[in-house]
Structure formats: C-alpha cells, structure tokens
C-alpha cells in the first residue's frame, strides 16, 4: 500500500524536485510565516483553520 519503493527512491533521486521542494517549503516559512501542516493560504493570507468547519467560512467569506 502507499508508493512502491522503487517509486519513492526515483524521486528521492531527483535533485531538481528535491531543490523545488526545499525552495517551496523555505518561501512559505519566508513569506507567510508557515510553521507545520495543515496551513492553509487563502487569497495571500494565511488562515488559522485547522479543519473544515473553521476553513469554509474564510473561502466563502473571500469568495474562493
């Protein structure tokens, strides 16, 4: 179940995706101060929702 190991080590040996990964993660900490998951942004601003009934009234609220 999950992803084949085979799978899994091919992309663990990409060092292109693994620096577009770093790079992604270091500008969400950098930008929108993200410090885990889940860590919603909705239209640039980070939202404090941790789950769906805390996240649908931002996304209707910013007509998302």
Do not use: M, Y
């Not at 693994?18 to 992604?24: F, L, P, S, V």
């Not at 270091?26 to 805390?54: C, L, M, Y």
């Amino acid at each position: 179940q999950g992803l084949p190991e085979a799978k899994a080590r091919q992309c663990l040996a990409d060092a292109k995706l693994i620096e577009r990964i770093a790079k992604t993660n270091a500008d969400a900490v950098k930008i929108h101060q993200v410090q885990g998951t889940p860590t919603f942004i909705v239209n640039g601003r980070k939202v404090s929702a941790f789950n769906w009934e805390r996240l649908l009234p931002e996304l209707w609220a910013n007509g998302a």
